[in-house]
């Protein structure tokens, strides 16, 4: 990694890296040891250049609903980073934090998304040089004959560097046993960890138990990835407020009788699948879906002449033809 941050890294790495997990977990000030005692005059830190720099990831938070802790996590992560700079500044430590998390939630939680938001902030705050994101599932790192992960799951963190490699559904990687290549490509992620420290950031996400399930898979896991956040199921009010989100980024506006029907609608989805409900992606797959009933409607409805622009931007039930999974 390059940036100021991680000036004092060759220092630091000899301070354990679980530390970061305190400092990211606690609202008490952090626990990381300095080298001046407290009595000593701290000279003043240069003013916050950056601290502007934190508006724009905000500006993309608030448009994600709920996720409140996630976003006080990313806070905090900010706050480090911006902290770890003032006090490498004055030659205090600094650096050798590790970043890797986990990311446990069912699908369409928002886990991806929030990948690409943190993988920014790092690229912001001179952690990561490139903050890219590169997405791959068990297909990507496992091969078909010995040797072949090995070399598959390398090149993917040849492309990572300087980003993110953020893995969906990372436990499948443990599910075949011993005997199975998932195991090399857990071997071959963990060594590059340590080959390629602080150069990239890898994130493994999936279904909670899962994830807990593939941790215990390799002892030296759990200690890699200080970082955990939860990605709930979104409630209805929550999945709601998702839908008139996603309607408007796109200029539709739904009419009250399509959310009462969309309401509905999800409520009876969300119980009768539990697991298998998508969350916010079902929500974006129906309006979506709808765009393209409404497009369908306004042409056999305004054979000559063109609708209104209240029409072409009102979703209203008729649209929703909800019938089973999305
Ligand atoms: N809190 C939220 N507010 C608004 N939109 C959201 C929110 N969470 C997710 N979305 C939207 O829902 C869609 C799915 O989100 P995303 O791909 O991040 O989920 P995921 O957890 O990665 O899902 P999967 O586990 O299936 O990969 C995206 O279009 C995203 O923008
Ligand atoms: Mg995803």
């Known amino acids: 990694m390059n940036g100021r941050v991680t000036a004092s890294e060759s220092r630091s790495e000899r301070r354990p890296s679980r530390q970061i997990n305190v400092v990211l977990r606690s609202a008490s000030p952090p626990l990381v040891s300095t080298a001046v005692p407290e009595r000593d005059p701290v000279p003043s830190p240069s003013p916050l250049p950056q601290h502007g720099l934190f508006q724009e990831i905000q500006k993309e938070l608030d448009q994600l609903v709920g996720l409140d802790q996630i976003k006080e996590l990313v806070y905090e992560i900010y706050a480090l980073l911006q902290v770890a700079q003032m006090r490498s500044e004055i030659g205090l430590l600094s650096g050798g934090h590790v970043f890797h998390m986990i990311f446990k939630g069912n699908p369409g939680t928002g886990k991806t998304t929030v990948a690409r938001i943190i993988a920014k902030l790092f690229q912001k705050m001179g952690v990561l040089n490139k903050g890219h994101l590169i997405e791959v599932e068990r297909a990507d790192l ?185």
């Open 142 to 326: 496992v091969g078909e004959y010995i040797g072949h992960t090995a070399q598959k799951t390398r090149d993917l963190v040849k492309k990572a560097i300087g980003g993110i490699l953020f893995i969906d559904e990372a436990y499948s990687l443990a599910r075949g046993g011993e005997k199975d290549f998932g195991k090399e490509a857990i071997d071959t992620l963990v060594k590059a960890m340590e080959d390629h420290k602080n150069q990239f950031i890898l994130i493994l996400a999936g279904y909670s138990d899962e994830i807990d399930f593939f941790m215990c898979s390799n002892p030296g896991l759990h200690s890699r990835f200080p970082i955990q956040m939860d990605f709930p199921d979104y409630n209805m009010d929550q999945l709601i407020q998702i839908s008139e989100l996603m309607a408007k980024e796109r200029d539709y506006i739904l009419m009250p009788q399509s959310m009462m029907k969309l309401r509905e609608h999800l409520q009876v989805e969300k119980e009768s699948q539990l697991h298998a409900f998508s969350n916010a992606r079902y929500v974006r797959n129906l309006i979506e879906k709808s765009i393209r009933n409404q497009a369908v409607r306004l042409l056999n409805q305004y054979v000559a002449g063109n609708p209104s622009k209240l029409e072409l931007m009102t979703l209203r039930p008729e649209d929703f033809k909800l019938v089973g999974k999305q």
